[in-house]
């Protein structure tokens, strides 16, 4: 509605969303695309180069013109900008002061200090028209007499007003119920869901799963008493397995719905073909060696792994060029991503190299009949073992996942059944609930 009281941004608004349909509709060439993403590069250069105290002195010295494309070579001269530049120069890696953004967030703090990520009407114009078009069709098909339950912090965090406005854009119904707020509480989330009914909720996969465990305690069943037909999860990994398990909890569909971050914003969306997809409209990718931050190759079948690196080519309250996001990714086709994990979370597994997605993706294909897990590593006698502690009574297909787990990373799984979220010692962080304990580091 506030674009009504600014011709420009209601022209700048249309502009965009006719943009994403034509791109979506396989209306824009590869050419096309790759005039825009250069042109837009360029801009954005410029307009940190004017309006950012970090970057009008780390990047004093580039010629944006000199850049005529956007390869490894011709991107070499512009610097990386990392997460210890965002901790340690704050406010001044923005390129408009607060008083100009329509909303101050800041990350959530969970692999460091919060970092400040303002944003204006252009960069929620850019990614919430992106995140509408992408989630009409996933969502549409559940028809129009949906109310969607958005459960995530709303102080000094995006995901609230992001999900609300996403599915104003759609007609969709919202109730922000944030079952971790003592204005709110578990009892009160679950009696809201039944009443009304809430029919999709936008959260992580720990908050669907604790939502699960809480009807279950309460003597309900989520599948039978509720009405939920699709959860769209975000902010932690989540391999299809685990999506799998959730979705089987709920009687429901679940989707990955976002990738990225607080600072970052929109890196990659849900789609109804299935999965995360990179928005080559709203950001240019690199992926990288995360140890000497070279191009990562492809391997023989096409799949690009490596850190992700992303600049906006919307030019907002706060543009990143070249951000190293510190994220391990898996990257197909060019387009359908894979999001591994942190990159300090990098696992071996009696020398086998691996990621607590592709761990957790092992250990859960097929298991049913448990409400919660938990993933404990140890080292004994010279040999890492690993441990799945499953919530239920009779957890279901686990002589297989042992055979897995020992054919996939040459070690043993032990399984417990037992309270889960008990068994760690991990509370969750910030929003986030650690599924992976290793208890080698301790």
């Known amino acids: 509605m506030y674009t009504v009281f600014d011709p420009g941004l209601a022209d700048l608004a249309r502009e965009i969303l006719a943009r994403h349909r034509a791109y979506l509709a396989g209306a824009v060439t590869p050419e096309e695309l790759e005039a825009y993403q250069l042109d837009r590069f360029q801009a954005t250069l410029e307009y940190v180069q004017r309006r950012s105290g970090l970057y009008r002195e780390r990047l004093a010295d580039v010629d944006v013109m000199a850049i005529k494309e956007l390869t490894p070579e011709a991107l070499a001269a512009v610097p990386f900008t990392t997460k210890d530049d965002l901790r340690v120069h704050g406010c001044s890696v923005a390129s408009l002061p607060v008083h100009e953004a329509w909303a101050y967030y800041e990350t959530t703090g969970t692999t460091g200090a919060s970092t400040p990520s303002p944003r204006n009407n252009v960069d929620s114009l850019n990614t919430n028209i992106a995140l509408t078009v992408h989630y009409e069709g996933v969502l549409r098909k559940f028809g129009a007499e949906q109310v969607m339950g958005v459960c995530g912090p709303s102080e000094l965090h995006a995901h609230g007003d992001t999900f609300t406005e996403v599915c104003r854009n759609l007609g969709l119904a919202t109730v922000k119920m944030w079952p971790y707020s003592p204005m709110v509480g578990f ?80 890196l990659a969306v849900g789609s109804v073909q299935g999965g995360l997809r990179l928005v080559p409209l709203l950001n240019y990718y690199e992926v990288i060696d995360p140890l000497t931050a070279e191009p990562a190759v492809a391997d023989g079948d096409g799949v690009v792994r490596g850190e992700m690196v992303a600049t906006h080519l919307y030019q907002g309250a706060k543009p990143m060029v070249r951000y190293r996001t510190g994220d391990l990714v898996r990257v197909q086709g060019g387009s359908r991503i894979e999001v591994l994990g942190r990159k300090a979370d990098r696992l071996t597994l009696n020398g086998v190299d691996t990621t607590g997605y592709d761990l957790e993706q092992i250990l859960l294909d097929g298991v049913g009949g448990y409400l919660d897990h938990r993933v404990l590593i140890d080292r004994r006698a010279g040999r890492d073992v690993v441990t799945l502690v499953l919530t239920g009574e009779s957890p279901e297909n686990l002589d297989s996942r042992i055979a897995a787990c020992r054919e996939a990373f040459d070690t043993e799984l032990e399984i417990a059944v037992g309270d889960a979220a008990a068994v760690d010692g991990q509370a969750p962080v910030g929003w986030k609930t650690p599924r992976i304990r290793d208890r080698r580091l301790e």
């Open 187 to 266: 009892g009160r989330a679950l009696r809201v869901m039944r009443e009304l009914p809430v029919t999709a909720l936008f959260c992580t996969p720990g908050t669907a799963v604790a939502l699960a465990k809480a009807a279950v305690r309460a003597g309900t069943d989520p599948r039978r008493d509720f009405r939920v037909d699709v959860l769209m999860l975000t902010g932690e990994t989540a391999p299809p397995s685990l999506l799998a398990h959730i979705g089987e909890l709920w009687g429901a569909e679940a989707h990955l719905a976002l990738y990225g971050s607080q600072e970052s914003s929109v």
